[in-house]
């Protein structure tokens, strides 16, 4: 099953001289179970692509489909309510609410939403990410990789169909990194 494609995807900023026409014709899909990786140098386009792909932004011409649908002609309450219920994201600057703990952050898509989280997956994550003794934490007393692992947690809570991560182990040092990106790497295995 694809979970994402796009067919000719074209975005430009700007008009007339001041134009940047970023992505050119990007025809790219992801399958379920898929662990990508999009690689370039700074500003060659992938923040604008994946903010693309994960309904933050729309695309100037082309064709983006999640699960089949095209989204070009959903308007901004569809979008997030697209967004709420098949995609997580995870971000360099982690993101989270400096005055909620740890389990409040994580369990937050899931109250926004008016659902129960559940506490068994809660549980599941938490262990298999190793923050479980950190839930009563809040951000500023965590590591930068306890605080990008809650983020995990977060964007893992309401069950995804893909999870978008822009330089997540940008603020890590390269030992974090490498495990921030295995735990990634779990969850793409685990939870499909
Ligand atoms: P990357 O994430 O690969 O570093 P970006 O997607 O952030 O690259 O940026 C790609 C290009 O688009 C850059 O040249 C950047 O200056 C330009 N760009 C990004 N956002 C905007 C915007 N809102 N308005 C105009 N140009 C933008
Ligand atoms: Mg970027």
């Given amino acids: 099953m694809k979970i994402i494609e796009t067919l000719k995807l074209n975005k430009w900023y700007g008009a007339g001289q001041n134009r940047v026409h970023v992505l050119r014709d990007i025809d790219f899909s992801v399958d379920e179970g898929d662990f990508v990786a999009i690689v370039g140098q700074s500003g060659s386009g ?11 932004d729309t695309q100037s011409s082309g064709v983006c489909r999640i699960r089949g649908v095209d989204i070009g002609p959903l308007d901004s309450d569809r979008l997030a309510e697209l967004r709420g219920k098949s995609i997580g994201f995870i971000f360099q600057q982690f993101h989270l609410l400096p005055v909620l703990t740890a389990r409040e952050n994580i369990v937050m898509p899931r109250l926004l939403d008016k659902k129960q989280p559940d506490e068994a997956y809660l549980q599941e994550l938490a262990r298999m990410l190793g923050i479980q003794d950190r839930l009563t934490h809040l951000p500023h007393e965590l590591s930068g990789g306890q605080q990008q692992r809650v983020a995990i947690a977060r964007a893992l809570i309401a069950k995804p169909d893909v999870i978008f991560a822009d330089e997540p182990t940008g603020n890590l040092d390269s ?7 295995g735990l990634l790497k779990r969850t793409s295995t685990q939870f499909n």
Avoid: P, Y
């Fill in 175 to 181: 030992r974090t990194s490498a495990d921030v990106l």
């Fill in 46 to 56: 992938k923040s604008t692509l994946m903010n693309i792909l994960g309904c933050l």
